[in-house]
């Protein structure tokens, strides 16, 4: 018996759903418990690779539960295209499970989305960079009490009412505050309602499926999206997303008591990246940070846009280390800095006044003050993506991954060589 939080440490796109994908061949159960399809979850068998926005990355093992939790924004039409395309490569989704808590994401939740960047970008000359997709403007809905669920998706008579209701009141914020167009309700109606026809199957208690599976010994995952520094509270505030990607979101976004988790395993990059806007210490904004970009493929997986990247950060590792009670640490792309000269590691921050920070600063107008204190190392070179043992990686490679198990505190437990399942070592 044993169940695993598996999470984000910087700030998404870490390789979550590779090592997902890894566990799930063990796993009874697969959770996603936040966020929605503003994820992209990568995962490579062999010649085939899938790009999964809100089905968790256990669905490809039929024999594996893959639960949607009620913490997760589900865009219904997202989810059926992405279930037909499975089911086009020969993945049934009857393993499929949507908690009947979950959030929808209405139509007039993606407007808003977009006419609210517009608004901050015009006014404030600073948005998000927010992946369009409605997530904040659902979370905003549920927190407000006006959103529609996944079990009133399914009852036709009870939809029809609400989108009446709440479609009225999104309606006046889009007409009257953005100037923009209002939706027509029955065409809402009409097209919501065949969703809700077509998921119906699928939906069911999340809480107590997670809570069946603990009390027969069977093992857990969840999933996580997005990443810590993501986190409305424990992340770069306001440059994140609208949910709990930390591990404490893995509990309310499923339904179960903390103490039925185990451990809790924080993914993170030999280095670091980041899409849409918000502070980033250690980018690198020269032809070192496009040969990483290049190398590395760091293009989004839900937007396409271009991944910030830069140095490796441990002052941000040690923060994901506490607020998610980390056991351990899965680092994947080992491979996409082998051959690139001289590696640097951020060790600490240093103020102006020459204070040195070793812990995150709780706010942006700090953070603007911090400059990042470096060590260097000597680089690696060689294919390493056909390692299978830490033996066999080159000295150098070694030590670097040494040094940053030290500067993190936290044992480095599976090291990424390659976007393959079975690319990885095990320590
Ligand atoms: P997620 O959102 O955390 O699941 O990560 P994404 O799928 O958005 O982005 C991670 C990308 O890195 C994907 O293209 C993966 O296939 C790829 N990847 C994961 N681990 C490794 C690795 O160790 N080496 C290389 N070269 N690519 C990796
Ligand atoms: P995975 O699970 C990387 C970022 C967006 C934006 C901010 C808010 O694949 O790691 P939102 O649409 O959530 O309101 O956008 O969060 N963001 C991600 N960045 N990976 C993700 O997910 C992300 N999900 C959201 O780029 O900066
Ligand atoms: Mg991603």
Redesign the pocket.
């Known amino acids: 018996m044993s169940s695993s939080v598996i999470v984000?440490t910087q700030?998404?796109?870490?390789g979550?759903?590779k090592i997902i994908d890894i566990m799930a061949k063990e796993a009874d159960l697969v959770v996603r418990s936040s966020?929605?399809n503003?994820?992209?979850?990568t995962v490579v068998h062999g010649n085939e690779v899938y790009k999964l926005h809100l089905l968790p990355s256990g669905i490809l093992y039929p024999e594996t539960i893959c639960l949607i939790g009620s913490g997760v924004v589900v865009d219904p039409s997202v989810l059926l295209e992405e279930i037909t395309e499975m089911n086009k490569r020969g993945v049934t989704c009857d393993n499929l499970r949507i908690d009947a808590r979950a959030d929808i994401i209405m139509p007039w939740h993606r407007e808003l989305?977009k006419l609210e960047e517009e608004y901050k970008a015009k006014q404030t000359s600073v948005n998000?960079?927010?992946?369009?997709?409605g997530?904040?403007p659902a979370y905003t809905d549920k927190a407000r009490r006006i959103a529609i669920r996944m079990y009133d998706l399914c009852h036709p008579e009870l939809l029809k009412t609400l989108i009446k209701n709440t479609g009225e009141f999104e309606n006046l914020m889009i007409e009257k505050l953005y100037g923009g167009k209002a939706f027509d309700l029955d065409a809402v109606y009409e097209e919501y309602k065949a969703y809700g026809e077509k998921l119906k199957k699928y939906m069911a208690d999340g809480s107590v499926i997670a809570f069946e599976a603990y009390k027969e010994g069977k093992k857990v995952l969840f999933e996580?999206?997005?990443?810590t520094l993501?986190d409305i509270d424990f992340g770069t505030y306001p440059?994140?997303?609208?949910?709990h990607?930390i591990a404490g979101g893995a509990c309310i976004g499923t339904g179960i008591g903390p103490k039925m988790i185990d451990e809790v395993i924080g993914v993170g990059k030999s280095y670091t990246t980041?899409?849409?806007?918000?502070p980033f210490p250690t980018e690198l904004n020269d032809a070192l940070g496009e040969l990483i970009r290049n190398r590395g493929g760091e293009f989004?997986?839900?937007?396409g846009?271009p991944?910030r990247t830069g140095w490796f950060d441990a002052v941000i590792m040690r923060h994901a280390v506490r607020v998610n009670g980390l056991t351990a640490l899965a680092i994947n792309k080992f491979d996409t800095l082998s051959g690139i000269g001289k590696l640097k590691v951020c060790t600490a921050y240093k103020k102006s006044d020459g204070t040195i920070l070793n812990d995150f600063p709780v706010t942006l107008e700090e953070l603007s003050d911090c400059t990042p204190v470096y060590e260097e190392f000597d680089g690696y070179e060689g294919d390493i993506s056909d390692c299978r043992k830490f033996e066999e990686l080159p000295e150098k490679c070694r030590e670097y991954i040494s040094r940053l198990e030290e500067l993190c505190g936290c044992p480095i437990k599976i090291i990424g060589v390659g976007a393959g399942c079975d690319s990885v070592i095990f320590r």
């Open positions: 984000g700030w998404g796109d870490e979550k759903g966020g929605g503003n994820a992209g979850h989305d998000v960079g927010t992946t369009g997709r997530i904040g996580g999206a997005q990443a993501l440059f994140v997303t609208s949910s990607p980041r899409v849409g806007n918000g989004g997986t839900t937007t846009r991944r």
